[in-house]
């Protein structure tokens, strides 16, 4: 099993940054690719971003690329989605997913542990 716990959300306004973590334990962290996914009211949750096990491939949602982080350091077990230029549009609960394998994967069901979230607010 794998725990992963997030933290680092909170209110921001348009145009900050925000920087999530989430540290996972109970297994190899550098064997599972990891990534970000969100959840707004009433939406579906949906993809953010995504990081090989390695680090070697990243992949992002079109919404957030070039504003969004994703990076993880093994050795400390956590995985980071540094957040900039954030708009109301980026509102939403923010959950750590990690998957047993080496590759990234852009849809929830392809994940197999995921964290409790943590509530980002980004006020206009």
């Known amino acids: 099993q794998v725990q992963l716990v997030e933290s680092g959300g909170g209110l921001v306004q348009a145009g900050g940054s925000l920087r999530l973590s989430c540290v996972a334990s109970?297994?190899?962290?550098?064997?599972?690719?990891t990534g970000w996914f969100r959840q707004a009211p009433g939406k579906e949750r949906e993809f953010v971003a995504a990081i090989s096990r390695g680090g070697g491939s990243i992949a992002y949602a079109d919404s957030v690329k070039g504003r969004f982080t994703i990076s993880r350091d093994n050795a400390k077990n956590t995985v980071v989605l540094q957040m900039n230029s954030v708009n109301p549009e980026d509102t939403a609960v923010y959950y750590c997913a990690a998957r047993n394998a080496r590759y990234i994967g852009r849809n929830y069901y392809e994940y197999d542990y995921w964290g409790q979230g943590t509530q980002v607010t980004v006020s206009s």
């Open positions: 109970g297994r190899t962290f550098s064997s599972l690719a």
